[in-house]
Antibody
Framework: QLQLQESGPGLVKPSETLSLTCTVS??????????WDWIRQPPGKGLEWIGN???????YYNPSLKSRVTISMDTSKNQFSLKLNSLTAADTAVYYC???????????WGQGTLVTVSS | QSALTQPPSVSGSPGQSVTISCTGT?????????VSWYQQPPGTVPKLMIY???NRPSGVPDRFSGSKSGNTASLTISGLQAEDEADYYC??????????FGAGTKLTVL
């Protein structure tokens, strides 16, 4: 059974960089045709797609966040990561990692991790 | 990219059917059959209910169905049950090779 688990700091200061890691178990992040996505949800609000990385390493980002986002993968650890810089309070959200096969939906999700941006 | 348009709320009584709409543009919903729907009860992780417009993952009841016409996709829940009360989000692939979500619809079972 595939499992995803987000990890990272729960509190980050404004203007700093958020770094989150998603550890995947029960499957390889280099398996063909899989995309590995990041999604966030501000408290009480809707879902926002941040971006994803293809098993081959190609990346795709939400245009509204593209200038601040980097998604990468570490195949040796079976992990993929999110970096978001120049943080503001508006980046406070639950951050989810998830897996997509091809152009299907997000079948598997992590439990999510709350990140608060505050001084 | 702009969020897909969903009604903020819908409601129905047990046993009834409800439909949630999701309106995009010719750059997303209108061009691609890559629309998915997610269910999120309060305090839980989103769950995939429909993918590629009208396909159900294993384990999702056939009371849930999806369709699309032009730039608008729809999720229909028939035989409404109390456990269906949740927020529902649509999502679509876009011509920029990105994905976009709808703002979400709160379903209340009366």
């Amino acid at each position: 059974q595939l499992q995803l688990q987000e990890s990272g700091p729960g509190l980050v200061k404004p203007s700093e960089t958020l770094s989150l890691t998603c550890t995947v178990s029960g499957g390889s992040i280099t398996s063909s045709s899989y995309y590995w996505d990041w999604i966030r949800q501000p408290p009480g609000k809707g879902l926002e797609w941040i971006g994803n990385i293809y098993y081959s390493g190609s990346t795709y980002y939400n245009p509204s966040l593209k200038s601040r986002v980097t998604i990468s993968m570490d195949t040796s650890k079976n992990q993929f990561s999110l970096k978001l810089n120049s943080l503001t309070a508006a980046d406070t959200a639950v951050y989810y990692c998830a897996r997509r096969w091809g152009y299907e939906g997000l079948h598997y999700w992590g439990q999510g991790t709350l990140v608060t941006v505050s001084s | 990219q702009s969020a897909l348009t969903q009604p903020p709320s819908v409601s129905g009584s047990p046993g009834q059917s409800v439909t949630i709409s999701c309106t995009g543009t010719s750059s997303d919903v209108g061009t691609y059959n890559r629309v998915s729907w997610y269910q999120q009860p309060p305090g839980t992780v989103p769950k995939l209910m429909i993918y590629e417009v009208n396909n159900r993952p294993s384990g999702v009841p056939d009371r849930f169905s999806g369709s699309k016409s032009g730039n608008t996709a729809s999720l229909t829940i028939s035989g409404l049950q109390a456990e269906d009360e949740a927020d529902y989000y649509c999502s679509s692939y876009t011509s920029s090779s990105t994905w976009v979500f709808g703002a979400g619809t709160k379903l209340t079972v009366l």
